[in-house]
T-cell receptor, first 113, second 115 residues
């Protein structure tokens, strides 16, 4: 158990809908990273927050957004969902602003039908 | 591009044999590399890392080799065990962001260990 908690574990929704994925980082970690893992794209960095502020952006679509709250948990919002958004979404957390030291959660499997 | 799942290269080894998993990275400016293990239904887990000023680093039953000349990374697992069955990813840190590192993951390889 990495200490990073993601909910829900599985999510099935229809195209056009909006979903929110939640991540609770390890106790004391200030940085949260979101990754998308799909069959044809591998593991892709989406966005990072550090102590409540956006720190770095990767290949995140405009339909997607995220935030980190004062208690340091983070949410990834996916809207106007398309079939191609079906993937595993991972959250990782680290104490410092270093992705290389992050621990990953078990992921949320999103299926868009 | 990167691929996992159906398009994933697979390495099948017999229990007790040594495994070698390879990875080609893209950015010659990358100065830090990590190998991750991802078991079914779990997130990636750190195995071992290496900095660009080294060409070899050893851990417990694992060794990472770095060849900067050809931008190649390998992970060697000694005496492979059934519990080593997983997908293995390399990741590079291209240092494109000031004071922030952002990992770029390479193509995963599925390791299957048979008795």
């Amino acid at each position: 158990d990495s200490g990073v908690t993601q909910t829900p574990k599985h999510l099935i929704t229809a195209t056009g809908q909006r979903v929110t994925l939640r991540c609770s980082p390890r106790s004391g970690d200030l940085s949260v990273y979101w990754y998308q893992q799909s069959l044809d794209q591998g593991l892709q960095f989406l966005i990072q927050y550090y102590n409540g502020e956006e720190r770095a952006k990767g290949n995140i679509l405009e339909r997607f957004s995220a935030q980190q709250f004062p208690d340091l948990h983070s949410e990834l919002n996916l809207s106007s969902l398309e079939l191609g958004d079906s993937a595993l979404y991972f959250c990782a957390s680290s104490f410092l602003d270093r992705a290389s030291e992050a621990f990953f959660g078990q992921g949320t499997r999103l299926t868009v039908v | 591009g990167e691929s996992v799942g159906l398009h994933l290269p697979t390495l099948s080894v017999q229990e007790g044999d040594n495994s070698i998993i390879n990875c080609a990275y893209s950015n010659s400016a990358s100065d830090y590399f990590i190998w991750y293990k991802q078991e079914s239904g779990k997130g990636p887990q750190f195995i071992i890392d290496i900095r660009s000023n080294m060409d070899k680093r050893q851990g417990q039953r694992v060794t990472v080799l770095l060849n900067k000349t050809v931008k190649h990374l390998s992970l060697q697992i000694a005496a492979t065990q059934p519990g080593d069955s997983a997908v293995y990813f390399c990741a590079e840190n291209p240092r494109t962001f000031y004071n922030t590192d952002k990992l770029i993951f390479g193509t995963g390889t599925r390791l299957q260990v048979f008795p």
